[in-house]
T-cell receptor, first 110, second 114 residues
Framework: DAKTTQPNSMESNEEEPVHLPCNHS???????IHWYRQLPSQGPEYVIH???SNVNNRMASLAIAEDRKSSTLILHRATLRDAAVYYC???????????FGKGTSLLVTP | DGGITQSPKYLFRKEGQNVTLSCEQN?????MYWYRQDPGQGLRLIYY???????QKGDIAEGYSVSREKKESFPLTVTSAQKNPTAFYLC?????????????FGDGTRLSIL
């Protein structure tokens, strides 16, 4: 699976939107972009995934660049419960396991 | 509610001892996985299984063993050969249909050396 690059940490104010970037310049045409998050002392939680088009669900939105070399996870109104490590993962057709990097640690302040 | 149950939440191992971590899922998923997470790091794959009675090594399988006798269960044994077992262990499952369905994770087992 191709590699992703994310900032080590980001900070946001509560009730503000948060844009978490991810670069994946070596993405292949069949790689899906997945996002997971992990709260302290818990297992990772699936957030959203997409291939080419922007995606929305109840948790977040995923904006994918036209050339697919980058994407952005958007939390529309950050809450204190959104403080977590967010992982951007590319998932191709080979293999079933997820390749987790170090992710972005999001701090949300009141 | 459907989900993945890992037990125990905390486990202590003595030198030279084998310990087994339990993972049960009631999501009717075919695939199951074991990951290890060290402090401040991402997850690394230990073993995975796509079907009962079959499993494959991941990136860091040395010192670990697994079995998959039932679809619902995928226990992980940390053997005495694993010299640095202190870590957070996470079990996950997913459907086998395609490779792009989300994985569902348990809440982990934290293993420490006495």
């Amino acid at each position: 699976d191709a590699k992703t690059t994310q900032p080590n940490s980001m900070e946001s104010n509560e009730e503000e939107p948060v844009h978490l970037p991810c670069n994946h310049s070596t993405i292949s045409g069949t790689d899906y972009i997945h996002w997971y998050r992990q709260l302290p002392s818990q297992g990772p939680e699936y957030v959203i995934h997409g291939l080419t088009s922007n995606v929305n669900n109840r948790m977040a939105s995923l904006a994918i660049a036209e050339d697919r070399k980058s994407s952005t996870l958007i939390l529309h109104r950050a809450t204190l419960r959104d403080a977590a490590v967010y992982y951007c993962i590319l998932r191709g057709n080979s293999g079933y396991a997820l390749n987790f990097g170090k992710g972005t640690s999001l701090l949300v302040t009141p | 509610d459907g989900g993945i149950t890992q037990s125990p939440k905390y486990l202590f191992r003595k030198e030279g001892q084998n310990v087994t971590l339990s993972c049960e899922q009631n999501l009717n998923h075919d695939a199951m996985y074991w990951y290890r997470q060290d402090p401040g790091q991402g997850l690394r794959l230990i073993y995975y299984s796509q079907i009962v009675n079959d499993f494959q090594k991941g990136d860091i399988a040395e010192g670990y063993s697994v079995s998959r006798e039932k679809k619902e269960s995928f226990p992980l044994t940390v053997t005495s050969a694993q010299k640095n077992p202190t870590a957070f262990y996470l079990c996950a499952s997913s459907p086998l249909t395609g490779t792009n369905g989300p994985q569902h994770f348990g809440d982990g087992t934290r293993l420490s050396i006495l």
